[in-house]
């Protein structure tokens, strides 16, 4: 069965966990949807973790709908949620509504994500009217990386724990069907969720989040960069690809691949016939 936002919220209701991890490519997306993960996200992560950039920042709208395309065509039941990127719906309503609408309608995902508190309710409201389903994102929120100052835990003091509240309060209120805590206390998030009747998908926000996601090179050790405290490793899949590429260096230097199972063959009377017309020899 297909998640959809409704199904989501169901699944909330019922106590039922949601399972979330990012993905940026067709055949990652087709294991992920082919194990029932109940939604993909493709996050402007994808900067860091496939392109090499230092932030999310220089993400662009055309790198975003190269790898949506490519996620959607893997997922048959999960649910595909496209990242906004840095400054493709801040500026105006009008652009969060353009931008939403080219996520969806070129790519194939069912929803979107943007980042922030109040200041961008007028956006969430404006997205959902247009009916497209708008999952939200809070705590620590990577495009605005240069007003925060740096990747840090948020919501730590009281003031700031009581504005987290009233954003999430508000992104429900604007129509946001879900939403990330990212970086938060694991009692603060169980707290928000308790007042939110949308579910909040956590990435190191505690277990009493409604669902969890994660970036997927972080759970496989894959990305080089660094693994912040919250990321499980569930497999070195980066020291085997290493091990792989190693080994394959070695026995192509060796000649001891491609071995005789690897190639193909051809009529020994044919390539005979075809070393004496060219003076080739035995
Ligand atoms: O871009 C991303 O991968 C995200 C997750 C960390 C939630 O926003």
New binding site residues.
């Given amino acids: 069965m297909k998640t959809t936002a409704i199904s989501m919220k169901e699944k909330k209701s019922r106590n039922e966990k949601i399972t979330m991890l990012?993905v940026y490519d067709y055949s990652t997306a087709k294991l992920m949807d082919s194990c029932g993960i109940d939604a993909v996200?493709v996050?402007?992560?994808?900067g860091m973790v496939m392109l090499g950039y230092e932030n999310?920042l220089p993400v662009t709208m055309d790198e975003m709908l190269h790898h949506v395309k490519a996620v959607a065509r893997g997922c048959e039941n999960a649910m595909v949620v496209a990242?906004m990127p840095f400054m493709s719906y801040q500026a105006s309503v009008t652009d969060a509504v353009i931008n939403a609408g080219r996520l969806i309608k070129e790519t194939g995902a069912s929803t979107v994500?943007l980042?922030g508190g109040r200041a961008v309710c007028p956006q969430i409201k404006a997205i959902t009217e247009a009916s497209i389903p708008v999952m939200g994102?809070l705590g620590l929120t990577?495009q605005s990386i240069n007003a925060l100052g740096g990747f840090k835990v948020q919501g730590k003091d009281k003031s700031k724990a009581e504005q987290l509240i009233s954003d999430a309060l508000l992104l429900e209120e604007s129509g946001a069907f879900a939403v990330?805590l990212?970086c938060v206390p694991a009692e603060l998030s169980a707290l928000i969720t308790k007042l939110l009747t949308i579910p909040t998908?956590g990435?190191g926000a505690g277990n009493a989040c409604d669902g969890q996601?994660l970036?997927y090179q972080d759970m496989l050790s894959i990305y080089p960069g660094m693994r912040p405290k919250f990321v499980k490793q569930y497999c070195d899949i980066g020291s085997m690809m290493k091990d792989a590429f190693n080994s394959y260096i070695e026995e192509t230097r060796s000649g001891a691949f491609p071995a005789a199972e690897h190639s193909f063959k051809i009529d020994a009377d044919i390539i005979d016939e075809l070393k004496r017309l060219y003076g080739a020899g035995n």
């Fill in positions: 990012t996200l996050g402007d992560s994808l999310t990242d994500k980042e994102h990577p990330v990212e998908i990435i996601v970036v």
